[in-house]
Structures are given as structure tokens and as C-alpha cells.
């Protein structure tokens, strides 16, 4: 069964860190954009960040820039979401995302089509 699947969410003090990691399997994740996303309770599903398929480029929020980094290696089929400086706003339900792009452009968020179920991430003293 082709699937992403996240990991690394946890609880976290305030100015803490965590990885996140996106695993495929059952397909290969060289020719994907993934993209980084969160819901936190009561509000809208938002994009975090996104990385080309061959990791040349990428964007993120405003909210995260300077402190969170996507990264992905596609030897171990894996994309990552690095967070320091975590703050209580940060909390949320964290899912990667990803869309098979054919050619090495960029990425975008609206072209998510595969999804990982999600990883709670809770940044509380």
C-alpha cells in the first residue's frame, strides 16, 4: 500500500526542538514535491513549508521562517521538518503531503495530493 507516514511528534517546553519525519513506502519519493502542513485545534489546515523534488527549492511561512528547515534525502525515500524555537502556537497536528512533479520546478500546496495521516506535535510548559 503506497503511503506517507509521519513521526517524531511529541510534547515539548517552550523553545524546544523536534524532528519530523516523512516516510514513503510502496513508491518512490524522488519524483515528489512534499509539502509540510498543520491544523492546530479550531482552526484552518495550514502550509508550513515545501520542498522541490530534488530539494533545490524551498518555501515556507512566514510564521516558521528562521526557525523551522525542510530537508529530505531521497536515498532513505524520507523528507524531514526540522522545528527549533518552538512556541505554543506551534501546536498542532503536523502532515506531510506530496504530488508527483514532472520536472524540477519548485513546489506548491494546492497540488498536494497524497497524504500521511499526521503527527501530533504539543509545545506546553
Known amino acids: 500500500q503506497s503511503q506517507l507516514v509521519e513521526s517524531g511528534g511529541g510534547l515539548v517546553q517552550p523553545g524546544g526542538s523536534l524532528r519530523l519525519s516523512c516516510a514513503a513506502s510502496?513508491?518512490?519519493?524522488?519524483?515528489?514535491?512534499i509539502g509540510w502542513f498543520r491544523q492546530a485545534p479550531g482552526k484552518e489546515r495550514e502550509g508550513v513549508s515545501c520542498?522541490?523534488?530534488?530539494?533545490?527549492?524551498?518555501m515556507y511561512a512566514d510564521s516558521v521562517k528562521g526557525r523551522f528547515t525542510i530537508s529530505r534525502d531521497n536515498a532513505k525515500n524520507t523528507a524531514y521538518l526540522q522545528m527549533n524555537s518552538l512556541q505554543p502556537d506551534d501546536t498542532a497536528v503536523y502532515y506531510c503531503?506530496?504530488?508527483?512533479?514532472?520536472?524540477?520546478?519548485?513546489?506548491?500546496?494546492?497540488?498536494?495530493?497524497?497524504w500521511g495521516k499526521g503527527t501530533l506535535v504539543t509545545v506546553s510548559s
Open positions: 510502496g513508491f518512490t519519493l524522488d519524483y515528489y514535491a
Open positions: 520542498i522541490s523534488r530534488s530539494g533545490s527549492r524551498t
Open positions: 503531503a506530496g504530488y508527483a512533479a514532472s520536472i524540477d520546478w519548485g513546489c506548491s500546496y494546492v497540488l498536494m495530493n497524497r
